[in-house]
């Protein structure tokens, strides 16, 4: 059975870090993409950013690049997302998804967890 499980978020203050975890099991991890979407209250789902299986590669919605950075462990079967500089604007729910294709959007066939809440508050 496949399981993606985040962790990480919480209530922080606008210019504050937060670090989110993935912790994949069920699947081979290694030769996944591995990607990272958000949904702000009455929103639909917006993709932040992706990984590829080696972690070779990566690719950033263009308002958090340069704040937030994807990564990978293979060995422990986890993917990272952290955050710097938040803004009111990046609160949402953060979810890890299960990709076959790496691109710069998220697919209904792509594989989601069940999330983790970030809220940027003062």
């Known amino acids: 059975e496949v399981r993606l499980v985040e962790s990480g978020g919480g209530l922080v203050q606008p210019g504050g870090s937060l670090t989110l975890s993935c912790a994949a099991s069920?699947?081979?991890?290694?030769?996944?993409?591995m990607k990272w979407v958000r949904q702000a209250p009455g929103k639909g789902l917006e993709w932040v950013s992706s990984?590829?299986?080696?972690?070779?590669?990566?690719t950033y919605l263009d308002s958090v690049k340069g704040r937030f950075t994807i990564s990978r462990d293979n060995a422990k079967n986890t993917l990272y997302l952290q955050m710097n500089s938040l803004r009111l604007e990046d609160t949402a729910v953060y979810y890890c998804?299960?990709?076959?294709?790496?691109?710069?959007?998220?697919?209904?066939?792509?594989?989601r967890g069940q999330g983790t809440q970030v809220t940027v508050s003062s």
């Open positions: 998804l299960k990709s076959s294709i790496y691109s710069r959007s998220w697919s209904a066939n792509d594989y």
């Open positions: 069920g699947f081979t991890f290694r030769i996944y993409t």
């Open positions: 990984i590829n299986s080696d972690g070779g590669s990566t």
